[in-house]
């Protein structure tokens, strides 16, 4: 006689088989997300040494967060320069939101790019797969997938409007706690734009109703986490708790971009480790550059915080009250 599966016991061999892919799925897609962690915390450490080595090379300056780089910019009135003088000192100049794709990648005007010996894999995270805004429009191919903290170099070494009231670190020996200040993070797709990320500083240190996000958003590709590097050369993974981190919900660069996420742990934790406040800003003279956005001291003699090769004295700051 013939021996067979009858339907029934296939069925059931069948739906155990289906069960323990069910199982085993969500951990593959674990542990494949726990690998591109890794490749992801490395290239934060490489970024953070080209960082380091870039100060060493530069009286201990660090790189500009972010600096205009764009072919319809004019300054100083002269049609040879069409950036801010202060691109050659920037970690990634100008913003990947537009159609429009520069004489030169973003990447390769960077500060780091030299002393990252030109690989620009270094500048993508492997898990970083999407382009959002961009690929349904079009839109040349986004390369970078990290940002580094505004108030770490500042915009051309300055805070943006509203931000004059925290220390913008100029140079390795202004971090007083760099263990606890972060430089570069991955950040959201969707909100990724200029060089920078701006943790908004609303309610530090004890008024969480204040909480918000404004325009950028980390990451939350690595097991609902996102990986962080820090002044004292050491990189972390942080996992996300709040819903309002873990997806952004609207377009963020509508308006101003703010987003109320009252209590939310993640930001208290982001304002840790950001920046703190400025001693005397509110007796200094600020001047708001319309440019940029940004708002430094007056007077200043350069465009940055320190002089660049191709920068002469500014006779006059070209800027409104």
Not at 131 to 139: L, N
Not at 158 to 184: C, E, H, K
Not at 292 to 314: L, N, V
Request: charged fraction near 20%; charge should be negative; include cysteine.
């Amino acid at each position: 006689m013939k021996r067979a599966f009858t339907l029934i016991e296939l069925l059931v061999v069948i739906a155990i088989i289906a069960i323990l892919a069910a199982l085993l799925l969500p951990a593959l897609a674990r542990a494949k997300s726990s690998g591109t962690a890794a490749a992801c915390l490395n290239n934060n450490r490489q970024l953070l040494i080209a960082w380091n080595n870039f100060s060493g090379d530069n009286d201990d300056h660090i790189v500009y967060a972010s600096a205009w780089y764009h072919p319809g910019f004019l300054y100083g009135g002269g049609d040879n320069l069409k950036y801010e003088p202060t691109v050659d000192a920037s970690w990634c100049a100008s913003q990947y939101i537009g159609p429009n794709k520069p004489p030169k990648d973003w990447i390769e005007v960077s500060a780091l790019f030299y002393y990252l010996s030109n690989n620009m894999g270094v500048f993508r995270c492997p898990e970083d797969k999407h382009f959002g805004e961009a690929k349904e429009k079009g839109w040349p191919e986004r390369m970078r997938s990290y940002s580094i903290n505004l108030y770490a170099g500042g915009w051309s070494g300055w805070p943006l409007r509203g931000d004059q009231m925290w220390t913008i670190y100029r140079q390795q020996s202004d971090f007083r706690d760099p263990a606890n200040r972060f430089v570069l993070l991955d950040m959201d797709d969707e909100s990724i734009n200029a060089g920078n990320f701006r943790v908004d500083m609303a309610g530090w240190p004890n008024n969480s109703k204040a909480y918000q996000f404004r325009q950028d958003w980390p990451a939350s590709w690595h097991n609902n986490g996102c990986t962080f590097s820090f002044a004292d050369g050491h990189a972390e993974r942080k996992r996300w708790q709040h819903d309002d981190t873990l997806r952004v919900g609207f377009n963020p660069h509508e308006g101003e971009g703010i987003k109320a996420s009252p209590g939310n742990p993640d930001i208290a934790w982001m304002q840790e480790r950001a920046t703190r406040p400025h001693v005397g800003w509110d007796q200094l003279n600020w001047v708001y550059n319309p440019y940029t956005g940004a708002i430094m001291q007056k007077p200043w003699p350069w465009w940055g915080y320190w002089r660049m090769p191709s920068e002469q004295t500014i006779p006059g700051l070209p800027w409104t009250e």
